[in-house]
């Protein structure tokens, strides 16, 4: 387990789905567990937003341009239960993802003579389960005891996936026709977090201008695991590495720390209604969605830890929480009404990396230059179900999206994006979420050819590209010699 690390509060997410499915590992084999039934709930309602953003060309290293766009955002539904006077629990559906697309070209775009098509998308869906008390303390300015909101347990679902392709014509550097690479990661598991004391997030009376801070012991138990496969192909002849699978055991304990703060006109505002927008940040050996969802940082795909296909990824992409927009309430109740997140993504040129990575030696995508993709920060804003569901969708398969539409550009980026709305609840009320037997998940689905997954079309040729002209007949030699 890596050090514990400063991290913003996450936040975001959405799995509308009608029978609730989650992931969860037993041992060493991965099964889909049942999901313990929940009392009657009180409340729900939901809150993300998404946005497409685009980029005219802009300049990369090596004499190239590229352009592109890039779809990023999260989305939650949150069901709330009362369970006492005194407590309560949350169960949190939460996506968020980043995709994009992009051209790399010489000596244009519009008419290239070489070319790059690469397409990049990630995903992490969870759900989970907090029960919370109001009872809790936090240390207030330094000095003071405070009660706070403090979370006494949390068990997290986890189903995150990595898909990269990419389509390259370089005969420069002497391909002798197209070259198609693919990537696909697939990471489930399940994480069951509890605090002693329970771990104060933020005191029941927010006050402008505070800050506070908490510790708390930890016990955690789970596990993880992840599936990855590699391919390529070049005129010459074809590679393909996996599936690869493995994982390990979440079973440690240590302390969790936080500091908080509101900082005094930090609010998000909405129909008349003012809500504190507070900024939290957790160490420890998580990364943590919402103060509810703790993500153990080795299956965090939007993290930093290293991941075994690291060597074969061309693309990354990161998430980070800014503020979260919450309302304490009466009879022990709490709303969380939104909140704000940074996204940044970056690529290397997949298509020279490749060609100049014989065998799997060299430059790697992963030690070349990388290229800014998109930089944006997001206030999320409430949503109907329909507006939920429709989010997911777009974040883990592509569709439904809201049409592309432009921002002010950063210089070499996709754009700022500053974004704030509206709360809507959602008057559905669930009574139970309940798988009854346990149901072996069925193995990750893998393409019947080189490079082209199910449901998604391979990267093609740019408009105004120059035709490759057939590959000529392989000499005698060992094709597999010039395969990069």
């Not at 980043?98 to 244009?108: A, E, N």
């Not at 969708?393 to 592509?398: E, F, K, N, R, V």
């Amino acid at each position: 387990m890596r050090r514990a690390s400063r991290k913003g509060l996450s936040v975001a997410g959405t799995v509308l789905v009608a029978g609730l499915m989650v992931f969860v590992l037993t041992s060493t084999s991965v099964e889909a567990a049942p999901v313990p039934a929940a009392t009657s709930l009180s409340g729900t309602w939901s809150y993300g937003i998404v946005k497409t953003v685009t980029v005219t060309p802009q300049h990369a290293s090596g004499g190239w341009l590229y352009e592109g766009s890039a779809t990023l955002g999260y989305t939650v539904t949150i069901y709330d239960n009362a369970t006492s006077t005194s407590t309560f629990e949350l169960t949190v559906l939460r996506t968020m993802g980043v995709s994009f697309t992009v051209q790399f070209c010489q000596p244009s775009c519009s008419s290239p003579l070489q070319w790059v098509n690469e397409s990049f998308r990630i995903y992490e869906s969870t759900t989970t389960f907090a029960n919370f008390t109001d009872q809790g303390s936090v240390t207030e300015n330094g000095t003071s005891p405070a009660q706070a909101i403090a979370l006494e347990n949390t068990t997290s679902f986890l189903h995150a996936n990595l898909t990269e392709s990419s389509n390259s014509y370089l005969p420069a550097l002497g391909q002798r026709g197209p070259h198609l690479t693919y990537l696909g990661a697939d990471v489930i598991g399940e994480s069951a977090v509890s605090f002693e004391p329970a771990f104060g997030l933020f005191p029941t009376q927010l006050y402008a201008g505070s800050t506070w801070n908490s510790t708390s012991a930890f016990t955690e138990s789970g596990a993880w695991a992840y599936t990855y496969y590699y391919a390529a192909h070049a005129p010459l002849g074809s590679f393909i590495f996996g599936p690869s699978s493995g994982g390990g055991s979440l079973a440690t304990h240590g302390e969790v720390s936080l500091q908080g703060a509101y900082p005094t006109g930090n609010t998000f505002t909405y129909g008349g209604a003012t809500y504190p927008a507070i900024t939290l940040l957790i160490y420890g050996p998580f990364e943590v969605r919402e103060g509810v969802i703790f993500i153990p940082s080795a299956a965090d795909l939007f993290g930093t830890s290293e991941k075994p296909w690291g060597n074969n990824e061309s693309g990354t992409a990161s998430a980070q929480m800014g503020t979260l927009d919450v309302r304490p309430g009466a009879a022990a109740q709490l709303e969380l009404v939104a909140s704000s997140w940074s996204y940044s993504s970056a690529t290397a040129n997949a298509g020279i990396t490749s060609s100049l990575s014989p065998a799997g030696t060299g430059l790697s995508p992963a030690a070349a230059p990388s290229n800014p993709i998109s930089s944006a920060t997001v206030q999320g804003i409430p949503e109907t179900t329909d507006q939920a569901h429709g989010a997911q969708q777009c974040l883990t398969t592509g569709g439904s999206c809201p049409s592309t539409s432009g921002g002010p550009n950063l210089r070499g980026l996709f754009g700022l994006i500053v974004l704030s709305g509206v709360v809507v609840m959602v008057g559905a009320i669930v009574a139970a979420l309940v798988v009854t037997r346990r149901r072996r998940a069925p193995p990750p689905v893998y393409p019947n050819a080189v490079l082209y997954p199910p449901g998604a079309a391979f990267p093609s040729a740019p408009a105004g590209a120059a035709v490759p002209p057939a590959a000529p007949p392989p000499p005698e030699e060992d094709p597999l010699d010039h395969l990069w």
